[in-house]
């Protein structure tokens, strides 16, 4: 892969997660723009460069992939949330130290499942 | 409940803020695209759902709520975290609606126009967010109590 692909990764990606990241930002109540925590950004700008080519099939694997990734997120989100209010850490510490339960549980799905 | 837009929540974040995320949203981009490329799309695939968005979010969500108690002259560093804890909470319904997006993609894709799959998958994303979001604050936010 080229520099100028990785560039474009980096662009895009960055673009659509601060276009979802606003959209979390101004709207309320703070639950509901919680939503947009879990947006397909990483997805939308990586789908369609990977279909464009490597082909539907190729990002069809990666989207399979994504479910147990999509799963770990929820467990990760689930682990921030109890992070926060039993154990009282804040966000930062929080979100930092829940991305263990995602590496786990992803992780170890590919391995279990899919290596 | 209703859903508001609180445009003035944009001049509380500053300029360094938006690039963090940009950054943030960029290098995971990268990293999922190189991960494809040296591994294979099995284990890339993965990272198209790391958490890119959350941990700036919460942290922001957290900073503003606790300022906005300092200048009415109270601490709000407990206010700040429960208001963190939300959004997380806000995440984890927004999981089942990506868990759907990528499903939608990977049964969709084979058989319909890309541009259409992703269209669809980003409706369903939203569509089931919104609509567990609105089942669990009709049952009081019972289902998802941290305690």
């Known amino acids: 892969m080229g520099a100028v692909q990785y560039i474009y990764r980096f662009v895009v990606g960055g673009f659509i997660v601060s276009l979802f990241a606003v959209a979390g930002d101004v709207l309320k109540p703070k639950s509901f723009a919680g939503l947009f925590g879990a947006a397909p950004s990483v997805a939308l700008a990586t789908l369609g460069l990977a279909i464009i080519l490597d082909g539907k099939a190729y990002a069809a694997l990666e989207a399979r992939s994504m479910v147990a990734g999509a799963v770990a997120l929820l467990l990760y989100s689930w682990a921030c949330m109890q992070l926060m209010v039993r154990y009282r850490l804040r966000a930062t510490a929080a979100s930092g130290a829940a991305v263990l339960v995602w590496l786990l549980f992803s992780l170890g799905t590919w391995a279990l499942i899919w290596r | ?147």
Not at chain 2, 46 to 71: D, G, M, N, W, Y
Not at chain 2, 73 to 93: H, K, P, Y
Request: aromatic share 10%; with cysteine; proline share 3%.
């Open chain 2, 1 to 147: 409940m209703i859903i508001q837009f609180d445009i003035s929540a944009l001049k509380r974040t500053r300029w360094y803020e938006y690039g963090i995320r940009f950054l943030l949203g960029g290098g995971i981009t990268v990293v999922a695209g190189f991960l494809a490329n040296r591994y294979g799309p099995i284990l890339g695939g993965l990272f198209l759902a790391f958490p890119a968005i959350f941990p700036a979010s919460a942290t922001l969500v957290e900073k503003h709520e606790t300022q906005k108690k300092h200048r009415a002259g109270m601490s709000g560093s407990n206010r700040g975290r429960l208001a963190a804890a939300l959004d997380s909470r806000g995440a984890i319904l927004g999981s089942l609606g990506l868990v759907c997006f990528a499903l939608t993609v990977w049964l969709l894709l084979p058989l319909r126009n890309a541009a259409v799959t992703l269209a669809i998958a980003l409706a369903v994303w939203m569509g089931i967010s919104i609509a567990i979001w609105s089942f669990e604050k009709r049952h009081r936010g019972h289902i998802l109590s941290p305690r």
